[in-house]
């Protein structure tokens, strides 16, 4: 009887350590992906001076917190070409929460949120929604830290 309880207890052992981590984090897995620098079209327009200026280009870089993995610091650089300025740039604070990726533009001090997209090794694609704009967009990946 002895024998059968410790085979059961090394049972239940095996079970518990493959089960607790063999579950990831759906937003753990997003930031993993989101992690590094992404180039494209983001499709933002700057309204200065009685007209808009579209962006022709956009370079964002997420870093990963390294005690919050859903979390990170970067910037956000959108080039222009006919504006009165080459570019504007910001430090940005980011997360993902519930399948949302939310976006802190520092020096701007406003939020951007991004929905229904698609995270894969090299392609960024989806709806970036502010207060006023929903926008479709595509990045592409051009580094990455790890």
Do not use: Q
């Not at 280009?57 to 080039?79: A, K």
């Not at 940005?92 to 520092?106: L, N, P, T």
């Amino acid at each position: 009887m002895k024998k059968f309880y410790s085979i059961i207890t090394i049972i239940m052992m095996v079970l518990t350590a493959t089960l607790t981590t063999g579950c990831t984090d759906e937003n753990e897995d997003v930031a993993y992906n989101l992690w590094g620098t992404w180039e494209g079209n983001m499709y933002i327009s700057s309204y200065y001076d009685n007209r808009y200026y579209d962006a022709t280009y956009s370079e964002i870089c997420f870093l990963r917190d390294p005690l919050s993995y859903t979390t990170g610091d970067g910037y956000w650089v959108d080039y222009y070409s006919g504006a009165p300025w080459d570019y504007i740039a910001n430090h940005i604070r980011w997360s993902v929460s519930d399948g949302v990726i939310r976006v802190r533009f520092i020096e701007e001090n406003c939020t951007v949120y991004i929905y229904d997209y698609y995270l894969s090794g090299n392609r960024f694609e989806g709806e970036l929604v502010d207060e006023d704009n929903r926008v479709r967009f595509s990045l592409r990946h051009t580094s990455s830290p790890n």
